[in-house]
Structure formats: C-alpha cells, structure tokens
C-alpha cells in the first residue's frame, strides 16, 4: 500500500513537474525582413504572446529574446501584416513580413478611429513617410505631390510658405479651398509647425463617404497626419540630417541695355503717332546704352537649406514613449530672406491596467522669419537694364523716366521680422470596460502667440522711391483653439461572419484669436530703438484697413453630435452610414445647426466563392458611397452673417432745442440674414485589385460632387452698404472626373527589386447655376483691366480675354469683332481655358541593388491655361523679354510675333495666354546603406548617406518664371464684384510670383 501511495505521488509530481520544465526559457535569435526588398526592417515588436513581455529589432532587423520553449511569439509593424510564430524549441527564427499593401487586412487610420481597408467604403489615399521624408521640403503637404490621386499641389518658393492644396478640384469660388488637416486629433490648416521625420503616416480623404464624420470642416477635403510613438522593447534612436543649396529652376532671358533703349525710343514714337503727344525719346540714339544689369540677377542667391533631427523612442509593457527635437532652417533664393523652424515632440502613453491606458502627443515650435519684398520679383523684371544697382558714388541707380522702383533697394530698406511660438497637442484616456467597448475621452488644443516688427526708414533713391519720415508698425496675435471629444467605439463579430463597428461622440470646440497692428512715426534707424516709445507718442495710431482684419478679434464655436456604423459580412459585404449634427455660432439663430452624412458599401469580389479556384486576383473591391459635408471657414472669416461697421452718419437733433443733439450711427455692411453652410453633395465609385502576388496594384475611381458656393453680388449704391457688396449662396459649381493609380513592386532576388507607380486624375470643373444669371469678373491686373469672368457652362475663373487677329498696318494688335456689330466691346470676349488643369498626374520609380537604392518621381499636368500677366502690365519704358525684342513687330519686320512697342496698357487678350501644361522630375535620390558586417563601428547599427536632387528640371512651353501659380485674395473693386487676390476666380495669372527653385542636397539616417 505504502508503495502504491509513493507511486501515486511519483506520477503526480511529473503531471505537475511537466509543464515547468517544457516551459523552461531559451534564447532565441533571428531577422525581421521586408518581403518585398529582404531588408532588415527595425523598430519591429517582438511579444511573447499574452504576456506582454518582449523586444524590439535593432536598426538592421536582428532581435534576441528569451521565452519558454513553448511559447507563441508576435511580430508586429505599422503597415505590416501581423504574425504569430510557435517557438517549438527553436533557437532562431527568421521572420519575413508582408506590407499590409499586399492585403486588404491593411488598418487604416480614418475619422475618429481606424478601419481595415477591406472595410472602408469611402475613397483614401495613404501615404507613406519615406515618401515624404526624402524631400527637402517644409511641410508633409508639399510632400504629397504627385503622390496620391486627386491631389493638386501648388507650391510657393517662398520660405515658411504653406503650399495650396485641391482635392479634387475647387468648388468654393470666393471662399477658403484648402483642406483641413487632422494631426492627432488637433483639426488645423496649417502644419508648417510639424517635423517631417515625426510623421507616421498621412491618409487623405477624397470624398463625402470618407469625410463626413468631419461634417462642415470637411468641404474641400480631410488629411489626416498620425505622428510616430514608442513600441515596446528597447531604446532606438535615429539621426537625420541634410543640407544643401537652392537656385532658381528657371530664368527669363531678358533685354540687354542696348535693346532695351532701342525697344524704349520705338514705343516712345509710336505712341506719340497713335495719340498725337510730342514726347522725346529717352535715349540718345547715336549714343546708346552699354551697360546691363542682371537685376534678376542682383536680387537672388544661392539659398541654404538645412535640417537636423534627432528622436529617442521605446517602451515596456507598462509605458511607450516617443521624443524628437529638431532644426529647419532655409534661407531662400530672395536675398536677405530667413525662416527657421525649431521643434519639440514628446508623445507618451501609460498603460494603467489592462483595460486603462492615458497618453499625450505634445510638439512645441518656435519660427522666426525675416521677410523680404516678394515684388521685388516683378520689379527685377520690369526695371531698366541700363540702370545700375548702385552709382559710383554709392547711391542706387534708377531709370527716372520708368516708374519702377530699384530692387536692390527695396530689399534694403525692408525690415520685416516676425516669429511665433506654438504649442500643440493633446491628451487623452483609454477605457476598456468590456470587451469590444473602448471608451475615449481626449482635450485636443493649439496655442499659438506671436508678433512682429516692420520698420521703415527714411529714404531716397528717386521721386517714385522715397519716404520721408520713419515708422515703426508692432503687430501682435494670439490664438487659442481647442476642441474636446467623448467617443464611444464598440467592436464585435458575431457567429464568426457578422462583424459591427459602431463610433458615437460628441465635440466641443472653442476657437479664439486676438491681433493688433500700432503704428507710430519718427522712430531712429537703429534696430535696438525699435520700439513704439522711440517714436513720437502724438503720432501713435491704431492700423485699421478696410477689411479690419488687422485689429480685434474672433470667437467661433462649434457644438457636434457625429457617429459612424460599419457591418461586415463574412469578409464580403460591406455597408457604412457616418451622421453628424454640428451647430456654429458663425451663423444667424435659425441657420447655426446643420446636417451631414455619408451611406456606402463596398463588396471584397475575391472572397467571394466562385472566385476560388481563380489565381490572377490576390484581391478585388468594388466600392460607392454617396454623401454631404460643409465649408464654414470661408462664411466664418468673411462674417457673412454678423452686422459690424457701425458708421458715424452725424448730428440730429431729435426735438431740438429741448432735446440735447445725437450723434447718428448706422450699420453700413450688408449681411446676408440667411446665411449657412457652403456645401458639397457628392457620389463617388471605385474599383481597387491587386494581382499576380500582388506584384501589380491599383484602382480606378469616379466621382462627380457639387458644392452651393457664396459669391459677392453686386448691391445698388442706395443699398447703403460700404463696398456695394453682398456675399450670397448663389452658385453651383461641380466637379467631376476619373482617377486611376497603378503600382508594381517585384523582388527578383535578394540583392535586386525595384517598384513603379503611376497616378492620374481627369477632373471637369464647371459652374452649374447661378442664381439670376450672375456673372462674377475676377483677375484684377492692376492696371484697370480684369481678366477672369465665371459665369454657367465654364470653369471657376475661366479666362475671358479679347480674340486677336494679327497686326495691323502700324504692328498694333487688330482684335476679331466676334458678334459682328462693328464694334469692339466685351461682348467679342471669348473664353479660352482657365488654369484648372483637366489631367494632373504623378510616376515615381525606384530600384534596390545590394546597398544601392535609386529613386526618382515626376509630376505634372495638363490642359490648363497661364494668362502672362508680366507681359500685359505695362506702364510705359518697362524692360521687356529679350525674345519679344528680337521678334517685335517694325517696318522691317511686318511678319512678327509680336507686336511694335508701345506705352499705353493693352487689352487682355489671347496674345498673353499660354499653355499651362508642364513636366516637372520632382525628387532624384541615390542613397548608399552601409554592410554593418564589414564595418565593425555599425554593429547594431545602420547607416545611410544619401544625395537628393529636388526639381532639377521643368520641362514646359510656358515663357514665364514657373507654371505653377499659386491663387490670391478677392476683394472689390468701383467696376463691380472683382476678385483680386486668394481666390479660384484669380488663379493661373502671373503677375508677382516666387520663382520655382531646384533644391541640391547630401544627407544621413543613422539609427541604433
């Protein structure tokens, strides 16, 4: 008996004993690897399934851990697919990864939340960070061109400038076009405070079924920025660093000073011909100039550009953590201009317990700029060769018959600086109280204060250049907006086939900015004595322009209800619904609430069982959604529904003399009383596939949106309001068109891949309706003229210009009489084009070999229209194109190109509108990857040096500076509702643009 109970134990013990020794700890070793290229992938976390202990691959992808011999070990990487690896005793384990592009199980980041893409029934574009990091450029913004369908980039050269930015075409006529951005949380239109090496990933959201959770801030699109955090494992560090050199891409060959007197003497007599004047010519013929100044020349250099960063980042099972700092400092091809960018992030998260996590993601900025004359441009193309910079007594030089000022000087005595500091960020609490249930709540905000300086000293260079008493203008501003979020996410599948996600919140958002712009006079030429009690106090007054924007203040409020549901059946059948309830304090009490959603599905093709024994397709999905969203920034800055301008009218006297005499006051701004949102109905459809191993990807994309646009409408001048404008919600305007992306990625061995893409959009802008036929003029050229009018049947902005038809017997333009009265009047104005283009398009490439990689992308468009509005401002003795020179009309010369020189402002006509269409080679990067094996100082360690070159080359039949033009602001004008600057009605004129630059830099990335 005794020996049976002993037995008993025995066996007793190894039942107990057996699993402790099967779990006894070993070291395991291996390689994360891309499975595409074999390159080691770092920063990858490797987990000991449901424990939440393990590490983090090095720089080159090697791992080391220990875990129980029986253990399960997870692989896991933003934008790679999952994997779960039984140990079974083994001592090394090589992992290859796929790229979530491969699959549909792909997450993506959208509105409130993420979605696997197999889900997502609206249209999103993402974009990788290496993408965007390889460029020398400020923002992620300018990055994205060329990247990603449907997206139009016009950038500015000038630095700190924040590129423009379309998706899929402008609807707003008058109002703001840009795109809100979404960083984290934080909603924003500007992310020039943003580190490009902090960025994570960037998803663009295209269309109404995508963008509605974001209701009336998402009329002209959403793009979204995820900034990087910690994972889990050991410290990693990385370095990055690039500087190098700008210069102008491209030139305008303009007349020596010989021919510039001869072109200046010739208009001089013809104009004296045409209008019977007796003007003499300004230059001697017997005893022309020799002398030519390069102005263009004198007021340019090669500029600087640099950028240094440097991020810290890990975490245990318990905290994550995330820290950068980093440098931008880029000094433009406008001498004498600066901008530099200094920034911070710390992006932590705790987890409290396993259903209780708390985080934040905060970046801190401070920027600094000096400020130069960018008209000094159209000054260096206008002013006479002749001239030189400086006499030899050191004075400047100047043309006294030529009302152009020298630039050389306005440079010089422009002293513009400004700087701001702002804080960004949010933090934010995780609850998990069931399973499928997470519970957020997050405080999101933006603080930004700053200021500036403009002194003006006394000066004199001639009587058109001059100022004689000094000022000194301080500007202040502050902004603090902040948006709070309580959100409910409940995630569920049921009997392994019936998947729910359902999102509720509501939002609560505050936004409220300051400004303040004092002047005063008589202030000393040196710098330490700017201050506005250097100046005579009699003089101090309050800058107040007639828009009021320098002085005072806004408070907008914003209150919303949104939520979004997505069912998926058996990974097939997909439909999505988003609804959101917003209310704004921009608009008048019966009109502050408004309704926006989307409905959608989309349908996985592949899954489906007939598709089973086919091999081509690895996926295939068919997606539409139709829905609406809204635009309030445009109403909100134009304050179309609030009553200001309170006018002093002058003294009654209400019963007089027992009354005492008022002083009449009355409101001299018309409001339109029912204004609301500006908004977008639209439907778009998509087929997306990946075949061949998913080697070959893409999708093709229709969408067709209408946007009720405000426009200002011209009131009578008995209507009593100040600039006898009225702004309406009186148009329609639509935008439809195709959208295709293809891309191949093949690794044929493990020392050779390569990747192709291409991207193109065809978009057909039009205005649908106005309400009473209004017509709406725009591109104002300075000089009395207006060269735009959007009216129904034409794109926003369409160029609306006389028809010539050669020369006349003096070489002066003779124009078609279109409608045959004999006359010449506007109504022989034809349309030409606009500057929209109908085709834009982006192909990049890249090859991998050995530790060799070569990349390079273009951009370009088609089918738009540029109106050379250098050419067409002429006042009198302006320089001109050495071309126009050589092919001007004479006596001699009678089958000219261009006209004989005169000094009077021409017509516009179709003589300055040329073809828009261009191909630009955006980026070129060679980049060499060090063998840490050879080098024993890189063990566990990877770095790369790399060369960049940044629009090198332009290739375009356009004779200006660039093709690609930035829009301006719309104001109006004694001749009616005219559109001047900041609007699509302006869009594709040059007349003082920031030159395109080429960027040539070297750089690292180190990272251990």
């Known amino acids: 008996m005794r020996y049976r109970f002993t037995y008993c134990l025995m066996v007793l013990f190894i039942f107990i004993a057996a699993p402790s020794f099967a779990q006894q700890e070993i070291t395991i070793q291996g390689k994360v690897t891309d499975s595409l290229d074999g390159t080691g992938i770092p920063g990858v976390s490797v987990l000991i399934k449901g424990t939440g202990k393990g590490t983090q691959t090095d720089a080159n992808g090697n791992y080391n851990i220990k875990a129980p011999s029986n253990a399960t070990l997870t692989f896991s990487f933003i934008s790679y697919r999952r994997q779960e690896i039984a140990v079974n005793n083994q001592t090394t384990i090589n992992v290859t990864l796929a790229s979530e592009s491969e699959v549909l199980d792909q997450v993506v980041v959208v509105g409130y939340g993420t979605q696997k893409r197999s889900q997502i029934v609206g249209s999103v574009s993402s974009v990788k960070s290496e993408e965007i990091t390889k460029q020398p450029v400020l923002t992620a913004a300018q990055g994205l061109q060329g990247k ?28 703001n076009q840009n795109p809100i951005y979404v960083v984290d949380g934080v909603i924003t239109d500007d992310i020039t405070n943003i580190n490009n090496s902090d960025i994570e990933s960037v998803e663009v959201l295209k269309d109404a079924s995508a963008q509605a959770i974001y209701g009336s801030r998402a009329g002209n699109g959403v793009i979204l920025v995820t900034t990087k955090s910690g994972k889990t494992g050991k410290m990693t560090v990385n370095v990055n660093s690039y500087a190098g050199f700008r210069s102008m891409t491209n030139g305008v060959d303009m007349s020596d000073g010989r021919s510039h007197a001869i072109y200046t003497n010739e208009a001089i007599t013809n104009t004296n011909r045409l209008t019977g004047q007796n003007d003499p010519v300004i230059f001697d013929p017997n005893n022309l100039p020799t002398q030519t100044t390069d102005w263009m020349d004198a007021i340019t250099r090669q500029g600087l550009v640099q950028n240094y960063d440097v991020s810290v980042s890990g975490g245990t099972e318990k905290t994550t953590y995330y820290f950068s700092g980093g440098y931008f400092g880029d000094q433009g091809i406008l001498k004498g201009a600066k901008y530099d960018r200094v920034t911070a992030r710390l992006n932590n998260e705790y987890k409290i317990a396993p259903y209780l996590s708390v985080g934040h993601n905060l970046t801190v900025t401070y920027n600094k700029n000096e400020n130069k004359p960018t008209s000094a441009f159209s000054s260096a193309y206008r002013m006479a060769p002749s001239a030189p910079v400086r006499n030899a007594d050191g004075s400047y ?5 030529l009302n152009v000022g020298n630039p050389v000087a306005a440079i010089d005595y422009t002293n513009d600086f400004s700087n701001s500091t702002r804080l960004q960020g949010n933090a934010y609490v995780n609850v998990r109280p069931i399973e499928g249930l997470t519970l957020r709540g997050d405080f999101n905000f933006d603080k930004t204060d700053g200021g500036g300086k ?24 502050s902004r603090f907006y902040y948006i709070m979020n309580l959100q409910a996410t409940y995630s569920k599948t049921f009997a392994e086939k019936h998947e729910l996600n359902a999102t509720a919140g509501y939002s609560f958002e505050r936004d409220r900015a300051n400004r303040s712009n004092l002047r005063v006079f008589d202030v000393p030429n040196q710098r330490n004595l700017w201050y506005l009690n250097q100046g005579d106090p009699s003089t101090l007054i309050v800058v107040e322009p007639k828009n009021n924007t320098a002085n005072g203040g806004d408070l907008i409020r914003r209150v919303s209800y949104f939520g979004r549901m997505t069912y998926t059946y058996d990974n097939r059948y997909n439909i999505s619904g988003s609804l959101r309830r917003d209310g704004s304090s921009s608009f008048p009490v019966n009109s502050k609430w408004g309704t926006f959603y989307s409905i959608g599905g989309s349908w996985n093709i592949a899954n489906e069982h007939f598709m089973e024994n086919q091999n081509l397709f690895d996926y295939l999905r068919l997606r539409v959604g139709y829905g609406q969203v809204g635009n309030d920034i445009s109403i909100a800055n134009n304050n179309l529904a609030v009553l200001q301008g309170v006018a002093q009218t002058g003294y009654y006297g209400f019963g007089y003399p027992n009354f005492p005499i008022s002083l009449g006051q009355t409101y001299n701004k018309s409001r339109d009383a029912l204004a609301s949102w500006e908004t977008t109905k639209g439907i778009d459809a998509g087929l997306e596939f990946g075949l061949l191993d998913s080697r070959l ?66 978009n057909k802008n039009i205005v649908d309706e106005v309400t009473g036929n209004f017509q709406l003029r725009g591109g104002s050229l300075g000089n009395g003229e207006i060269s735009t009018l959007s009216k129904v049947g034409e794109p926003i902005g369409s160029f609306w210009v006389y028809e010539t038809d050669g020369f006349d017997e003096n070489g002066n333009f003779r124009y078609r009489d279109v409608n045959g009265d004999g006359q010449l009047t506007e109504s022989d104005r034809v ?13 990049n490439a890249g090859v991998n070999y ?13 089918g738009n229209k540029i109106f050379n509005g250098k050419r067409a401002v002429r006042f009198g003795n302006e320089n001109i194109e050495q071309e126009v020179f050589e092919g001007r009309w004479t006596p001699n010369n009678t089958n000219a190109s261009h006209p004989a020189p005169l000094n009077s402002i021409p017509r516009p006509s179709t003589y300055y509108i040329e073809s828009g269409n261009f191909l630009r080679i955006n980026n070129i990067t060679l980049g060499y990857t060090f063998d840490n094996q050879k080098l024993t100082f890189l063990k566990d360690s990877k770095l790369r040096l790399f060369a960049t070159a940044q629009n090198p080359f332009v290739f375009t039949s356009y004779s200006g500076y660039t093709p690609e033009i930035a829009e301006a602001a719309s104001s109006n004008s004694p001749q009616g509702s005219i559109a001047t600057s900041g609007s699509a009605i302006n869009s594709g004129i040059e007349l003082n643009v920031y030159p395109i630059y080429s960027t040539y830099m070297f750089g690292l990335n180190l990272t251990f």
């Open 454 to 477: 403009i002194y003006v000293p006394v000066y004199s260079v001639f009587s058109a250049q001059q100022n004689n008493r000094s000022s000194l203008n301080v500007i202040n501003q």
């Open 831 to 843: 349309f030409v084009g606009s500057y929209q283009p109908k085709t834009y398009f982006g192909f």
């Open 397 to 401: 030089g100047y043309l006294s018959a």
């Open 850 to 862: 050995k530790q060799f990689d070569l990349s390079f992308d273009l951009y370009g468009n088609l």
């Open 697 to 762: 990807s893409g999708s093709f994309g229709y969408y067709n949106k209408l946007t009720e646009a405000y426009i200002p409408i011209r009131l009578p001048a008995l209507a009593g309001d100040e600039d006898n404008t009225l702004y309406s919600q009186a148009a329609k305007v639509r935008n439809r068109g195709f959208e295709a992306a293809l891309n191949w990625e093949e690794r044929k061995s493990d020392d050779f891949s390569y990747r192709l893409g291409f991207n193109v959009t065809f």
């Open 148 to 175: 990603a369908s449907g997206v139009q980039i016009n950038a500015s050269g000038q630095p700190g400038s924040q590129p423009q930015v379309r998706i899929r075409g402008v609807g707003s006529v008058t109002g």
